[in-house]
């Protein structure tokens, strides 16, 4: 048992009214049959059965509103009974329905018929919703339905004459509509028995047009009765080409394919292989004889001075990712090209094999892209620059890299005040601007180094390479940000020329003007947060060196003295508390330790003719 | 600037879950309360309540002089459009799919684009219309085309195409109250789909501020309408896979907040726009042109499309499905893009 439902019949159909039943109680009815007529507000239309088999019970009286969706019919199929009542009509028993199940579940697809708007023309046909009668079945070709309101066809020229062989595809009649004229093509292949409709008969859609046999010869009467159970319904549709087409009992091969039009416009039907068309576009990594890299590996390449020619890449295809960028600068320096870093504002980079990745937030994000817990707190988000953050990346690789440890001595720089008031006096008659108190601190430390050299050096686990000059790196607060300019070859400056080196690096910076040897190669850095106030300065060491002194500022406290006659006595002094800021790797607390009291006590006991 | 995070996909306490459909609803009926000078015109808005049920109770309320049913005639409902335009009213025009903008085609993309600048702005022409688009399901090849990437090629016109019933009703009160004529995409397949949307008069989403759907640092991925939610899909199943996918909903195509895409393409390093539309000279093309003038050396990869096929859209409602993006072949592009 089953039921004819009541289709959507346009967008905004809910319902429609019985105007006539076509089928009454015990009428055999095959799939594609109409059995009722429906009103809507939109259309009048035959209702056409879903299934097969002998119809039962109408659910609707004539005049009553029918809900889309709601059973209007039952009709008893063939499962139902074991004996079905034989039909009375010549008609046969229904062939095996085609599965074309008109669309019982609700949709807002809207019927093209409803739209109004529209002529119909559109679709060439919909699948088969017509079965041929039963009759001729295999042989038939049938009248299609050449549109959404088109139900007959007038036969305006017949371009097949019985005997005459036929393909499948191939076009056998001309049919003219109110919307159309259109060849109607052969279903079936064969040769043509029988034109059933003279040209200017019209033919209603489902009905046979002609018969094709497989020798030209009529279907005889008691073959044609009873038609075979496999039979199916030819399709109707006449744009699809018959590549599918039934093939009949035992129909001659398909010929070759059916004749095609001229080749449509440039179509690309789906779907897109994007797998292959990622695989085509990396072959081109290893044909293009030149360093492939991602656009943002070149950059990074170039903000980094790294050669992309030596470097194999890892992507795909073999094209060189950030990552691989991102590692040969990481090589050691001995091992990577050496002259690195032209623009970057902070040192070669570090022997350490830190992860390329970029560093992630650190911190639980919320799903807008907040941190958790954030979501409500109003904020600017402001865009970092690129020198934030290289000197981010810089940091937490140092930060990763080295074991980092401070030391701090308070440094008296009582005496040392009195020796750079004279000589700033001096430098005064001469024109020239004041010393602070920066160059006597390098120039101190680089005595200090000379002595300490294990403390001008790079730290690479199985050695340690000192370097056999001092490249003082000072790190310099700009508007652009933090920046360390080298002064190359310190150890042979005096206060004087450090002083003035200092001053010049610092203008260039400021000017956004230094050259491509100002940030390389350093071997020690000295930061001197006392300029902005601080009074102590641990740092983080810039690789790949091993230490960094910081200089806090200078503040004026009490301070035990020792009187020439031995006594003491409490004093107000300058004093400067340095901080050494060590690889612990690399050295020792002690070894920091006495290099530090070095520069203090050089410091300290400073003569004017010290040091010039 | 002040930045204040986005929340929609969020209920908060003055937010009801409505449909797309209930929220374009409730946008005409505050706007044509707000400004007596907003009123309507379309083929069957009135006593049918349109075509997919939109207008449903406006010609009650409104009255059939301000909710105007027309006849089969696109041409008269955007000219007679513009001209009310011209007269100083502010008309809301419904064409009952937007693939019949064709037949309106002079009316939209002369009349409405170009009149305010050939007559050297002596008026706007704040005309909606509003465009009913993309599959539905068996629509047919003359019924379910998405066409906003025509619209973005003729300067003076906007392009709106919400994707959730919050931009849906916020962006389409921006619309009425903007004095240039705005075409807006309401996507057919989302008329039925329910979300948050604030209780209130003001809901007003600003065109060209593009909404950040899902965060994510691995890929950037940029849809629209019916494309946002498979895209969303997609990067559910993906985060597991270890790719994490940043879906961006640009919610209007002109004006483009080209910014909000360009800064999460330099965090991601990677680009992928999804649409509906056919995929030769879609939007896509065009996003991923200004991103690579843009942001060229932020890409670890090329900018990728899953688009629609460039055939004429089939009935079957199966074959339909296989000629738009769908949430696997999403998932396997970003695979494949992520692989690169």
Not at chain 2, 119 to 139: C, D, E, I
């Amino acid at each position: 048992m089953a039921h004819v439902l009541m289709p959507r019949l346009g967008v905004s159909v809910t319902e429609g009214t019985v105007s006539a039943w076509l089928k009454q109680v015990g009428d055999p009815v095959e799939v594609g049959e109409p059995i009722c007529e429906v009103a809507t507000d939109k259309v009048d239309t035959e209702i056409e059965s879903t299934v097969a088999g002998v119809l039962t019970e109408q659910l609707y009286a004539v005049d009553e509103v029918v809900e889309v969706g709601a059973p209007l019919a039952t009709v008893a199929t063939a499962d139902d009974a074991a004996a079905p009542a034989a039909p009375a009509a010549p008609a046969a028993p229904a062939a095996p329905a085609p599965p074309a199940a008109p669309e019982p579940t609700p949709s807002i697809v809207p019927d093209p018929a409803s739209y109004g708007d529209e002529p119909d023309a559109a679709p060439a046909a919909p699948p088969a919703d017509a079965a041929p009668p039963a009759d001729d079945g295999r042989y038939a070709v049938v009248m299609p339905r050449l549109g959404v309101s088109v139900t007959e066809g007038t036969v305006s020229t017949w371009l097949k004459q019985v005997g005459d062989p036929v393909e499948l595809g191939e076009p056998i009649c001309e049919v003219a509509t109110d919307k159309v004229d259109t060849e109607i093509e052969s279903t079936v292949a064969g040769v043509l028995a029988e034109q059933r409709h003279a040209e200017g008969d019209v033919v209603l859609v489902g009905e046979p047009l002609a018969l094709v046999t497989p020798d030209g010869a009529l279907p005889s009467a008691s073959a044609a009765a009873p038609p075979p159970p496999v039979a199916q319904p030819a399709p109707t549709s006449t744009a699809v080409p018959v590549a599918a087409a039934p093939a009949p009992s035992a129909p001659p091969a398909v010929p070759a394919g059916p004749t095609v039009p001229g080749a449509p416009a440039e179509l690309r039907p789906g779907p897109f292989d994007h797998t292959a068309a990622v695989e085509r576009l990396l072959a081109t990594v290893a044909r293009a004889g030149r360093p492939v890299a991602a656009p943002s590996a070149r950059r990074l390449a170039a903000d980094l001075g790294v050669d992309l020619a030596g470097l194999t890449g890892t992507g795909g295809g073999g094209h060189v990712t950030r990552a691989d960028v991102q590692r040969a600068a990481e090589r050691p320096p001995a091992a990577a090209a050496a002259p690195a870093a032209p623009a970057a504002s902070v040192a070669p980079p570090a022997p350490a094999a830190a992860p390329a990745a970029p560093e992630p937030t650190g911190h639980p994000m919320g799903s807008d892209g907040l941190p958790l817990g954030y979501e409500d707190v109003p904020y600017d988000a402001v865009p970092t620059s690129r020198i934030r953050r290289v000197t981010a990346e810089h940091m937490t690789r140092s930060r990763r890299t080295a074991a980092h440890m401070t030391t701090e001595v308070d440094v008296d720089l009582g005496l040392l005040t009195d020796v750079r008031a004279r000589l700033n006096a001096h430098r005064a008659t001469q024109g020239r601007g004041k010393l602070s108190f920066l160059p006597f601190v390098a120039r101190a430390t680089c005595a200090a180094l000379l002595e300490h050299p294990d403390l001008n050096a790079t730290f690479e686990t199985e050695r340690l390479l000192r370097w056999g000059e001092i490249n003082l790196g000072i790190a310099v607060d700009t508007p652009r940000g933090l920046m360390v300019p080298v002064l190359r070859g310190a150890e042979r400056m005096t206060v004087e020329t450090l002083g003035e080196g200092i001053t010049d690096l610092a203008a260039r910076l400021r000017d956004g003007k230094p050259g491509p040897d100002d940030f390389r190669a350093g071997t020690f850095t000295i930061s001197n947060p006392g300029s902005v106030g601080a009074v102590s300065a641990p740092a983080i060491i810039n690789q790949p060196q091993v230490a960094i002194l910081g200089m806090p500022t200078i503040q004026r406290r009490p301070w035990v003295v020792r009187l020439a006659d031995g006594q003491e006595t409490i004093a107000i002094r300058p004093i400067l508390r340095l901080a050494l800021t060590f690889d612990h790797r690399a050295l020792d607390g002690a070894d920091a330790t006495r290099c530090l009291v070095d520069i203090g006590r050089r410091l300290e006991t400073w003569d004017v003719d010290d040091y010039r | 600037m002040t930045t204040t995070p986005v929340t929609t996909g969020t209920t908060g306490a003055t937010d009801r879950v409505i449909g797309y459909s209930r929220a374009i609803n409730e946008a005409l009926a505050e706007e044509m309360r707000r400004d007596e000078r907003v009123w309507m015109m379309g083929q069957d808005i009135g006593r049918l309540g349109g075509v997919f049920g939109l207008t449903r109770g406006l010609q009650e309320e409104f009255g059939p002089m301000r909710v105007r049913d027309t006849a089969i005639n696109e041409t008269f409902i955007v000219g007679g459009a513009a001209g009310a335009a011209l007269a100083g009213t502010i008309p809301v025009v419904e064409l009952q799919f937007a693939d019949f903008l064709f037949t309106a085609a002079d009316e939209i993309f002369h009349k409405l684009a170009k009149w305010r600048y050939m007559h050297g702005g002596q008026f706007t022409l704040p005309v909606v219309v509003r465009l009913p688009s993309g599959v539905v399901g068996g629509a047919g090849a003359e019924h379910s085309q998405s066409l906003e990437t025509i619209a973005m090629h003729v300067p003076g016109l906007k392009v709106a195409v919400p994707a959730t019933p919050s931009d849906a009703k916020g962006l389409l009160k921006a619309a009425i109250r903007d004095p240039d004529p705005v075409l807006f995409f309401e996507h057919k397949g989302l008329y039925r789909v329910k979300g948050p949307v604030p209780e209130s008069d003001e809901h007003v989403v600003p065109f060209g501020s593009a909404r950040v759907a899902r965060a994510g640092n691995d890929l950037t991925v940029v849809a629209t309408g019916l494309m946002v939610d498979r895209a969303l899909a997609a990067a559910e199943q993906l985060a597991p896979q270890g790719i994490d996918v940043e879906v961006i909903d640009p919610r209007t195509l002109v004006p483009l907040d080209i910014d909000t895409i360009v800064a999460s393409v330099e965090r991601t390093h990677r680009l992928m726009v999804v649409h509906e539309a056919s995929r030769t000279a879609g939007f896509g093309a065009e996003i991923a042109t200004q991103v690579q003038e843009r942001a060229f050396f932020s890409l670890d990869a090329p900018v990728w499309r899953v688009c629609g096929t460039d055939t004429p859209l089939p009935q079957d409602p199966e074959l339909e499905q296989a000629c738009i993006p769908s949430t696997d072949e999403i998932v396997a592009a970003a695979r494949a893009l992520a692989a690169i």
